[in-house]
């Protein structure tokens, strides 16, 4: 898979010389496909829990695409209301079970295969792709 950023251990991407921290300082705003299928955007805003808000970006995106293949766990499993709290995001390869996570060495050494999203109450969503490209909106005055 390729992409143009790396984790550092769970839900904070490396973009350049910024480190980005989806679980705590960005709230999951969206996360839905193309009309065609052919990709997926995973949409982040940036929350009130923001340490130093201005140094980054309002929103940022992770777009998947190239041969876009999507998988959710159990939906019967879930005892409790899905919310988007506590989202959390990393690799995964196709070895892994629904709880198993990849960081970036692992990553790097077995092939990920994709991102796994998981929020809070345990409903969790993978995202198969060939491509995974981030950015961000500019940063607010």
Request: overall charge negative.
């Amino acid at each position: 898979m390729k992409r143009n950023f790396q984790f550092d251990g769970m839900s904070v991407v490396r973009w350049g010389d910024q480190h980005i921290d989806l679980h705590n300082a960005y709230d999951l705003e969206s996360c839905g496909t193309s009309l065609t299928g052919d990709a997926v955007e995973i949409c982040f805003k940036r929350n009130a829990h923001a340490i130093d808000p201005n140094s980054l970006p309002r929103e940022v995106t992770l777009r998947c695409a190239g041969d876009v293949r999507i998988a959710f766990n159990d939906l019967c499993e879930i005892a409790v209301p899905v919310t988007n709290e506590g989202v959390e995001i990393a690799y995964f390869d196709e070895g892994c079970d629904w709880n198993s996570w990849l960081n970036e060495r692992m990553a790097q050494r077995q092939g990920a295969s994709g991102l796994h999203l998981s929020l809070g109450d345990g409903f969790a969503i993978r995202i198969f792709c060939n491509q995974v490209t981030f950015s961000a909106e500019e940063r607010m005055p």
